[in-house]
């Protein structure tokens, strides 16, 4: 992918105009790396196919998937708070969303898993943050001094809520340490299924 594509890529995460104040606490979350991959995707590329088709669900400034696309996978991607537009239900083999479901409220959360659930075909990588700032006391987390909302999940924590929407979830142990939690989720459970 030459400079110029890639550019053009990168124009699709720009923050949408007006956006709400909750949207704003889950947007002003996301990271610029400068151009490297996340710490979830180093750990987790190695076991993704290329005949795979990946789906980058909340993928803030855009990183993780245009790596993906560059290396030769097969990805689609989506944001809420970009350009890119609401994220939705979309059938892939394998769903990666890391460190969305600790930006955003309980109401929210519940359909971000519903959404991820009805898209896997064959595994799902989930990663939230474990530790940082804690700021004000939130009813489900905290009021961070970003003026960010984050909850933070233990390893059991996540495992407990994503088996809610998944048969198995096993705690990533190549991830989970530090300041991460993370799981591998398979067995879908039926959400947004046709009848």
Do not use: W
């Amino acid at each position: 992918m030459d400079n110029k594509n890639r550019k053009a890529m990168f124009a699709q995460f720009n923050l949408r105009k007006n956006l709400t104040a909750k949207e704003k606490e889950s947007a002003n979350t996301s990271i610029t790396r400068q151009g490297r991959k996340s710490m979830p995707l180093r750990k987790i590329e190695g076991s993704l196919g290329k005949n795979e088709t990946i789906y980058d669900y909340g993928a803030g400034r855009g990183i993780d998937y245009i790596h993906l696309l560059a290396t030769g996978h097969k990805a689609i991607a989506c944001d809420p708070n970009t350009e890119l537009g609401k994220c939705k239900v979309h059938k892939s083999d394998v769903v990666i969303s890391n460190y969305v479901l600790n930006t955003v409220r309980p109401e929210i959360r519940d359909n971000i898993m519903k959404d991820i659930a009805s898209s896997t075909k064959k595994r799902a990588y989930i990663t939230v943050r474990r530790t940082g700032d804690k700021g004000t006391p939130s009813p489900d987390g905290y009021i961070t001094n970003r003026n960010t909302f984050q909850k933070y999940f233990t390893p059991e924590e996540l495992k407990k809520y994503t088996r809610h929407y998944f048969g198995n979830c096993k705690i990533n142990k190549s991830i989970t340490n530090g300041d991460s939690s993370s799981v591998i989720c398979s067995d879908p459970k039926c959400f947004n299924c046709k009848r």
